[in-house]
Nanobody
Framework: QVQLVESGGGLVQAGGSLRLSCAASGRTISTYVMGWFRQAPGKEREFVSAIGWSASNTLYADSVKGRFTISRDNAKNTVYLQMNNLKPEDTAVYYC??????????????????WGQGTQVTVSS
């Protein structure tokens, strides 16, 4: 079992920045694929970004490419999502997820085994 706790969400104006954190417990995640997803009101959950066991293996949705950066600190069992130049359409609940196997980053939600409870990000115009 892996427990994931997201933090760092909040209210920010368009153009601002936030850094989300996802702290894992119960198992070392250093070799696992980690992902961030989001769900806006009335919409389906969508992929945002993922990172493989190697920090150089990253994947981004086109909508956030160039604005968001995913990273991991294996010593802290934590994954981060740095979000810059935020837009109102980034407003959503952001979820962290872990795929309990090593490999390349994946954008398909069913491939992930454990999920956090989510953290709200609201971007005002």
């Amino acid at each position: 079992q892996v427990q994931l706790v997201e933090s760092g969400g909040g209210l920010v104006q368009a153009g601002g920045s936030l850094r989300l954190s996802c702290a894992a417990s119960g198992r070392t995640i250093s070799t696992y694929v980690m992902g961030w997803f989001r769900q806006a009101p009335g919409k389906e959950r969508e992929f945002v970004s993922a990172i493989g066991w190697s920090a150089s293996n990253t994947l981004y949705a086109d909508s956030v490419k160039g604005r968001f950066t995913i990273s991991r600190d294996n010593a802290k069992n934590t994954v981060y999502l740095q979000m810059n130049n935020l837009k109102p359409e980034d407003t959503a609940v952001y979820y962290c997820a872990v795929r309990s196997r090593s490999g390349l980053p994946a954008q398909n939600a069913p491939l992930y085994d454990y999920w956090g409870q989510g953290t709200q990000v609201t971007v005002s115009s």
